[in-house]
């Protein structure tokens, strides 16, 4: 198991708090956010980021993204991933549980949180991860999956 670092990136007029999002992949997706983007985002609709990444200064590790966001057989257990031997997949149960309690608890002590009002984003086996939130949990009542492996 691997250590994760989460970003929380909150509005000044947080006051009127709109839509909470997790976001995957948060080394990336931090990098990718700019201050021109984060203003516009807070002057829209006071969103509040929630990104979850891994505790390292790559924007992705590959074999902790295949392990972290890949359904399995519904054990909870991470196993070789058939397509890649070499990678480990299968927690996803792992990692929504990871999502929901702590951080989730984490977010909810800093902020007022609406629970209609909260999302996931996640690209390719994020995406993945996404469509399995979807189908098998009730936490997010929003679902961004792009382009879903």
């Given amino acids: ?22 976001l995957l992949d948060g ?8 201050e021109s983007i984060l203003n516009k985002l807070a002057a829209d609709d006071a969103l509040v980021l929630v990104a979850v990444g891994c505790d390292t200064s790559l924007p992705l590790l590959w074999d902790a993204r295949s392990a972290d966001y890949t359904p399995g057989t519904g ?3 991470i196993a070789p991933n058939p397509r890649s031997p070499s990678r480990m997949s299968g927690g996803n149960l792992a990692f929504h549980d990871l999502l929901t309690d ?23 086996y994020g995406g ?17 999956a792009a382009s879903p492996s």
Avoid: C, T
């Avoid at 080394?27 to 700019?34: A, F, Y």
């Avoid at 949180?113 to 690209?123: A, C, E, F, L």
């Avoid at 993945?128 to 961004?144: I, T």
């Fill in 128 to 144: 993945l991860f996404v469509l399995d939130s979807l189908l098998h949990s009730d936490y997010f009542p929003h679902y961004f």
């Fill in 27 to 34: 080394n990336l997706v931090m990098d990718w956010l700019e």
């Fill in 102 to 124: 702590p951080v989730a608890v984490w977010v909810h002590s800093e902020i007022q949180v609406d629970s209609q009002r909260i999302g996931v984003w996640g690209h390719s």
């Fill in 75 to 77: 054990d909870g257990q």
């Fill in 1 to 22: 198991m691997h250590s994760y670092k989460v970003w929380l990136a909150v509005p000044k007029n947080h006051d009127k708090v709109q839509v909470v999002m997790y």
